[in-house]
């Protein structure tokens, strides 16, 4: 059974960068159909979908982030990473990695999140 | 893209049926069959519901339906109960490889 699991930094300072890696365990990141993407939650609101990467390097972003972020993908490790440049306070999130079915916004797997502070 | 408007919170008895709306534009929910829904509780991975607008993943209750019409999605729970209380968010394909998630909606069992 197919799982992911973030890991990085809980706390960046503003204007930093935050980084973050998912693992994908049980499975290869490899499989053709399924693309990673990452999705965060702000502090009492809602998701938002950040992003996502097809194991091949095809990127795709919110365009509300695309300046700032950038995903890439380690076949070797099964592993996809987020990078987030000059973060701010507004960037304070619950991170979540996912995995989408075709790309048409299934995510059927999900890590369990983690929490990002950006301090000042 | 804005996000997709449901109602902050959507309360039932257990037992009873309740619809959470999911309210997109004809550029989102209205042009594409490609509406999800997730079930979030604190603490906990978000949970799978539904994709393509009504299909419902292996392993998930039947008592949880969806539909759309025109540019509003609808996620009903028929049969509350105490285990279903938790925010629910929509998602849909918006075009040009774009996802957009709905507002969520807090769900309370009475």
């Known amino acids: 059974q197919v799982q992911l699991q973030e890991s990085g930094p809980g706390l960046v300072k503003a204007s930093q960068t935050l980084s973050l890696t998912c693992t994908v365990s049980g499975g290869s990141i490899s499989t053709g159909g399924y693309y990673w993407s990452w999705i965060r939650q702000l502090p009492g609101k809602g998701l938002e979908w950040i992003g996502y990467?097809?194991?091949?390097?095809?990127?795709y972003y919110n365009p509300s982030l695309k300046s700032r972020v950038s995903i890439s993908v380690d076949t070797s490790y099964n592993q996809f990473s987020l990078r987030l440049n000059s973060v701010t306070a507004a960037d304070t999130a619950v991170y979540y990695c996912a995995r989408d079915v075709d790309a048409d916004a299934a995510f059927d797997i999900w890590g369990q999140g983690t929490m990002v502070t950006v301090s000042s | 893209q804005s996000a997709l408007t449901q109602p902050a919170s959507v309360s039932g008895s257990p037992g009873q049926s309740i619809t959470i709306s999911c309210t997109g534009t004809s550029s989102d929910v209205g042009r594409y069959n490609l509406v999800s829904w997730y079930q979030l509780h604190s603490g906990k991975a978000p949970k799978f519901m539904i994709y393509e607008g009504s299909q419902r993943p292996s392993g998930v209750s039947d008592r949880f339906s969806a539909s759309k019409s025109g540019n509003t999605a609808s996620l009903t729970i028929s049969g509350l109960q105490a285990e279903d209380e938790a925010d629910y968010y929509c998602c849909s394909y918006a075009g040009n490889n774009v996802y957009v998630f709905g507002t969520g909606t807090k769900v309370t069992v009475l």
């Open positions: 990467i097809y194991f091949t390097g095809s990127t």
